[in-house]
DNA sequence: TCTAGCTTCGA
DNA sequence: CGAAGCTAG
């Protein structure tokens, strides 16, 4: 290859990036590109993404290189820039969602050299099948056990030099405005990284589902925008083997997706299943005033701070499809919007399962939002910090409010009337 | 090498 | 309930 355009996506990094090492190694000259797509709204996510597009030009011009930005659509902006400069070449990540799915073929169906990479996920989509035959898996469990005994490729260096030919309108980069939840970018992402798994990453195993506490990584939207490779991040994370059972859940969330792209939109399994309508319901659950405490709470956080606690991502979703009867795609859209780390494999292959229509085999679980809040949040700490209405509120009551002779002000009554006592 | 049927187990 | 893995044939 003599000039390759590095296609950048949600691989937003230098460090182990196997598109852009081959196409430096390879190719004589290396044009990095991302595409901004104008469809994507302003918020959370947005402000992050273009945070992570400036520090990726700040690594590449470090190595003598840049980063290319346009507008639009992504393959005909891609094409267009081919053919000015010449390309002959166009490396990138491959991906998982029916979205990148549909633009990996359109490249394919153009008349260039379109070659993927792997880098997304620890293990490729396709690289794992169950032994009984099936394309993918649909249990965790024997997931895992494969995942662990998958031979993995070796994690690459950042790239020394970055050849982008001269003379490139590099194309301006909006500045984000105001600065968002959490900083964007490979170093802060790669600082972030260091911290966890030197203070972290041995509290993980008995911490993480300690609401209050929160002692997980946070290092989720750095994985969303492969600020992180993750294969970097699990293999450095190897002693704590609960926390690599979560790379590997996003793992298998990808590969269920590679294989089931509608998994954002369609149940995965019992297509026939129905769900109730109920927008004022609904409003309540997104503004996080259902009257269940616990489920306020992680609402409210995901509101203020565009990231929710794992098991208050279980705990809300349960209560919105089983005990409110909504349907998963509502709930869906709207962690979505919130979300730093919104992702589709993840998003909606979690959803799926805490509806009952996803990758989970055992037929009537039950998710008991009180039985929860007292076994994650014994204390009440996590509620009174998001749920200011309960702030003073005693430890024996602040996930009962119903229960005090004079309820707090401010504080809406119970939606469901039906939970049950924990 | 393949398959039927049995066992195990599930964020 | 039903997926996956194992074992016998």
Redesign the pocket.
Known sequence: MATAIVLFNRDLRVHDHPALAAACERAERVVPLFVLDPAVPEGNRRGFLLECLAELRAALRARDGDLVVRQGDVVRETMKLAAEVGVTTICASADVSSLARRREERFAGERIEYLLFPGVTVVPPDALR???G?D????????W??WTRHPRRPVLPPPRAVRTPSGLAAGRLPRPQPPGPAPGGEPAARERADRWLRHGLDGYADGHDDLAGDRTSRLSPYLRFGCLSPLELACRAERSESFV??LC?RDFHHQVTYAFPRIGRENY?HPERRWRQDPDALQAWQAGMTGLPIVDAGMRQLLAEGWMH?RAR?ITAAYLVRHLGLDWRDGVRHFFQHLLDGDVADNSG?WQ?VAGTGN????NRTFNPLRQAKRYDPDGHYVRRYVPELAGVPAPYVHEPWRLPSPPAGYPARLDSAADQG
């Open positions: 169950p032994s009984g099936g993918h898996y649909r249990v965790f469990t024997p997931y056990r494969a059972r979560q859940w399994r794992n279980l979690n399962w989970d085999t055992r037929p």
